[in-house]
């Protein structure tokens, strides 16, 4: 459902940067992706992402690799990363796993407003298939809608998912998580958990390293 709700959004999608905005940029700074060497992005979207870090965050010999399963943001993202062609690539992931990279092949694993869209069991399966990927001393970083903290954020999250188990695709098929709970002790360590409200709706920051 995911890959025909956002080929048809397409640019939309940015529309709900004014609320992602704060998550995401803590997520830059938690994330230290400042000091990141080679990075894989689950559900690039638009490429709005990738272009910010490959034009202001990210070191000058730091590679980018997305990939999304809607080819329409797939086209849309290639557009934005154009203009870095030996540093950027992305991928069409077509909804299947393992993800197209070699082990231990990134040092950050960003998943920005994707993994409120997934199932528990095929979350829970992304996240093993993350802990592949990264390499020692990597970080797996992630925000996601989630349940909010303040009584008007409870009311938005409670609001929003009641649209869901209705008409998911009115809210882009996401739902509030708690994507910390989906974490298996024994293979990541959480260096940072936290949640940001913006416009109401709250979001969850998670950073975590996998443990060898």
Not at 15 to 36: H, K, N, S
Request: include cysteine.
């Amino acid at each position: 459902m995911a890959a025909r709700v956002y080929d048809r959004i397409g640019l939309l999608q940015d529309t709900q940067a004014p609320i992602e905005r704060r998550a995401v940029e803590r997520l830059i700074t938690v994330g230290r992706l400042r000091e990141a060497h080679a990075v894989f992005e689950l559900g690039c979207g638009t490429g709005a992402l990738a272009r910010r870090l490959l034009a202001d965050v990210l070191p000058e010999d730091a590679s980018y690799v997305g990939g999304d399963v809607s080819s329409r943001m797939v086209q849309l993202a290639r557009r934005r990363v154009a203009p870095w062609p030996q540093r950027a690539q992305v991928v069409d992931l077509h909804g299947t796993l393992p993800l197209p990279r070699p082990d231990r092949s990134a040092d950050r694993f960003i998943a920005a407003y994707v993994f409120d869209l997934l199932e528990p069991a095929y979350t829970q399966q992304v996240l093993d298939d993350a802990h592949r990927i990264l390499d020692e001393g990597g970080l797996l970083c992630v925000s996601s809608l989630t349940w909010g903290r303040s009584p008007s954020s409870r009311m938005v999250a409670n609001a929003w998912m009641a649209v869901w188990r209705r008409a998911p695709r009115l809210v882009g098929g996401c739902r509030p998580i708690r994507i910390s709970d989906f974490l298996n002790p024994t293979k990541w360590q959480v260096e940072e958990n936290e949640v940001i409200e913006s416009w109401g709706v709250p979001s969850e920051i998670l950073v975590a390293a996998p443990v060898p």
